[in-house]
């Protein structure tokens, strides 16, 4: 065998400032991924633009991505990190496997289906085809695990499907990864609005990891909770979708059980409950936020990051890209 590690790869698209939901899901479950497998982690630039980006905001967008990747204890001399444009490859597979993807089951596919209802203006190509293209970037790395949140679970799957399409067709070309989703974090729910998850869109209840200390705290206290006195701090998703979320950012930001934390506010109300868990995570981001602040102010060494990335990522992209290739019948070079 020549390699006998388990391999793992990921991204996260550059289209906004990273979040908590993105952090405690599964950026703060990566750095000790990378003792164990081969990690690739890349900034997923190409999907970003199925909605319309500013050029020069996206541009500083996935140097700041980079530079928080490494801030998070991505070391890059242990894992490979890079942008996804430097690797032509995963175009280029991902034209093949959009040859391989079905119409029906794209249409089906619940991010699409929520982006084309929220962007009705620019419902394009790319949107529609974007799970075949995520299926490239994962296969190309013959990953063992796709360490992801919950709502990427269905672009997991149907990549699995796509790989066991091809490999139908044409033998084992594909690995059949697994969508590895860790059990505290997977969804994290906006403050204001904990029926959905936290995302960029609803700015005012989605903490972002740049964000200052008061700004916060401010969103932490806004949360919205229930009007429950009795025992209040309780993990109830149902009955308490609010109070649950801020227990389950509480548990991820500090590694606290569910029961610990319900014993340490029994009897305590949402007005001692909620700042501190705004407070741990404050202090879980602190260093994280000093640490890409330092790294942006060094743009040389995250361009030596970014050019040795696209070198390691690509030398085994083509390997696989070559393969599928030949096996579709394509007259080599
Ligand atoms: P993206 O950029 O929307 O989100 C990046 C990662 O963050 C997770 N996530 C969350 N986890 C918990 N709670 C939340 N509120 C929350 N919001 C986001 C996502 O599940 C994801 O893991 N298509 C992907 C990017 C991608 C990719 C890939 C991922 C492109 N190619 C290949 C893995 C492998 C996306 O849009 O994620």
């Given at each position: 065998?020549?390699?006998?590690?388990?391999?793992?790869?990921?991204?996260?698209?550059?289209?906004?400032?990273?979040?908590?939901?993105?952090?405690?899901?599964?950026?703060?479950?990566?750095p000790e991924m990378i003792a164990e497998f081969d990690c690739y982690f890349f900034m997923a630039d190409l999907?970003?633009?199925?909605?319309?980006?500013?050029?020069?905001?996206?541009?500083?967008?996935?140097?700041?991505?980079?530079?928080?990747?490494?801030?998070?204890?991505?070391?890059?001399?242990?894992?490979?990190?890079?942008?996804?444009?430097?690797?032509?490859?995963?175009?280029?597979?991902?034209?093949?496997?959009?040859?391989?993807?079905?119409?029906?089951?794209?249409?089906?596919?619940?991010?699409?289906?929520?982006?084309?209802?929220?962007?009705?203006?620019?419902?394009?190509?790319?949107?529609?085809?974007?799970?075949?293209?995520?299926?490239?970037?994962?296969?190309?790395?013959?990953?063992?695990?796709?360490?992801?949140?919950?709502d990427q679970k269905q672009h997991v799957e149907i990549c699995r499907d796509i790989a066991e399409r091809f490999?139908?067709?044409?033998?084992?070309?594909?690995?059949?990864?697994?969508?590895?989703?860790?059990?505290?974090?997977?969804?994290?729910?906006?403050?204001?609005?904990?029926?959905?998850?936290?995302?960029?869109?609803?700015?005012?209840?989605?903490?972002?990891?740049?964000?200052?200390?008061?700004?916060?705290?401010?969103?932490?206290?806004?949360?919205?909770?229930?009007?429950?006195?009795?025992?209040?701090?309780?993990?109830?998703?149902?009955?308490?979708?609010?109070?649950?979320?801020?227990?389950?950012?509480?548990?991820?930001?500090?590694?606290?059980?569910?029961?610990?934390?319900?014993?340490?506010?029994?009897?305590?109300?949402?007005?001692?409950?909620?700042?501190?868990?705004?407070?741990?995570?404050?202090?879980?981001?602190?260093?994280?936020?000093?640490?890409?602040?330092?790294?942006?102010?060094?743009?040389?060494?995250?361009?030596?990051?970014?050019?040795?990335?696209?070198?390691?990522?690509?030398?085994?992209?083509?390997?696989?890209?070559?393969?599928?290739?030949?096996?579709?019948?394509?007259?080599?070079?």
């Open positions: 065998m020549e390699n006998q590690k388990k391999v793992m790869v990921s991204g996260i698209q550059p289209s906004g400032d990273l979040h908590l939901g993105n952090y405690l899901g599964p950026l703060h479950h990566w999907h970003t633009i199925t909605v319309r980006q500013d050029p020069a905001a996206l541009r500083k967008r996935t140097l700041t991505q980079l530079a928080q990747y490494i801030a998070c204890g991505l070391d890059p001399e242990k894992c490979v990190l890079f942008v996804q444009s430097h690797v032509p490859a995963h175009t280029q597979l991902g034209w093949v496997l959009d040859c391989y993807t079905m119409f029906g089951e794209l249409s089906r596919m619940t991010q699409f289906k929520d982006k084309s209802a929220r962007n009705a203006d620019n419902i394009n190509a790319g949107l529609f085809t974007y799970p075949s293209l995520m299926a490239a970037d994962i296969l190309l790395y013959q990953p063992d695990f796709v360490p992801v949140g919950e490999n139908g067709v044409y033998g084992d070309v594909f690995k059949v990864p697994q969508p590895y989703i860790a059990k505290v974090g997977a969804r994290i729910m906006g403050l204001s609005a904990p029926e959905s998850k936290m995302s960029k869109s609803v700015p005012e209840g989605c903490v972002f990891l740049m964000e200052k200390p008061e700004d916060i705290m401010r969103k932490f206290k806004r949360a919205v909770t229930d009007s429950d006195t009795e025992n209040p701090v309780r993990y109830d998703p149902k009955a308490k979708p609010g109070v649950s979320n801020l227990i389950q950012i509480y548990a991820a930001a500090t590694g606290k059980p569910f029961a610990e934390i319900e014993a340490e506010f029994a009897g305590k109300g949402y007005g001692a409950f909620k700042p501190v868990v705004g407070e741990a995570v404050v202090e879980c981001l602190r260093p994280i936020r000093e640490e890409t602040e330092r790294l942006l102010a060094d743009k040389a060494y995250l361009e030596t990051v970014w050019r040795a990335g696209a070198e390691r990522a690509e030398y085994v992209a083509m390997k696989t890209l070559r393969k599928v290739y030949k096996k579709v019948g394509f007259l080599a070079r």
